[in-house]
T-cell receptor, first 113, second 108 residues
Framework: SQTIHQWPATLVQPVGSPLSLECTVEGTSNPNLYWYRQAAGRGLQLLFY??????ISSEVPQNLSASRPQDRQFILSSKKLLLSDSGFYLC????????????FGEGSWLTVV | GIQVEQSPPDLILQEGANSTLRCNFS?????LQWFHQNPWGQLINLFY???GTKQNGRLSATTVATERYSLLYISSSQTTDSGVYFCAVDNYGQNFVFGPGTRLSVLP
């Protein structure tokens, strides 16, 4: 069966520090991969999605970036965090192509102080 | 892009009551899903339902694609049903657009 994991689960970082959140999927090949952000009490905002290695689409301009160095690995990064980057970050995957279920990881709580 | 609305934004129920949550979307879709986000933040898939009706225990969902809405029914609600319910749609792209959610509180 397929599983998705992301880490770290909780992170407290000072303003201006770098960020790296990692997500891996097991049990499937060529998945679509996604990073979403959820601000407190709000809905989910799509940040990045990827349909293959090295292929990243950005939905929202920001100081975050994403990379997909391997088929089932998706990384969310920042060189310098802002206070407004605080939130709950969720990695997700779906089967390649459209019309399939999307599955989420456990989420990472980021607090920028 | 496609717009997704959900109603009501907040709902408070007594345990055992029934409820209906609504999701409206602005364009045709090939994928619609309902999720439950528990108090710990985890998103659980409830239904994959681009059209038609499905049931799973006390939960059921109906999507009328031609009229661009979906309904989630919760019967005999329990305190463990509390959380936020999201619908998400994909209109033939490769990403999912989420609605703002309905926050449900079930009181004992």
């Amino acid at each position: 069966s397929q599983t998705i994991h992301q880490w770290p689960a909780t992170l407290v970082q000072p303003v201006g520090s770098p960020l790296s959140l990692e997500c891996t999927v097991e049990g499937t090949s060529n998945p679509n991969l996604y990073w979403y952000r959820q601000a407190a009490g709000r809905g989910l905002q799509l940040l990045f999605y990827s349909v293959g290695i090295g292929q990243i689409s950005s939905e929202v301009p920001q100081n975050l970036s994403a990379s997909r160095p391997q088929d089932r690995q998706f990384i969310l990064s920042s060189k310098k965090l802002l206070l407004s980057d605080s939130g709950f970050y969720l990695c997700a995957w779906s089967a390649l192509g459209t019309g399939d279920t999307i599955y989420f990881g456990e989420g990472s709580w980021l607090t920028v102080v | 892009g496609i717009q997704v609305e959900q109603s009501p934004p907040d709902l408070i129920l007594q345990e055992g009551a029934n409820s209906t949550l609504r999701c409206n979307f602005s364009d045709s879709v090939n994928n619609l899903q309902w999720f439950h986000q528990n108090p710990w933040g985890q998103l659980i898939n409830l239904f994959y339902i681009p059209s038609g009706t499905k049931q799973n225990g006390r939960l059921s969902a109906t999507t009328v694609a031609t009229e661009r809405y979906s309904l989630l029914y919760i019967s005999s609600s329990q305190t463990t049903d509390s959380g936020v319910y999201f619908c998400a749609v994909d209109n033939y792209g490769q990403n999912f657009v989420f609605g703002p959610g309905t926050r449900l509180s079930v009181l004992p």
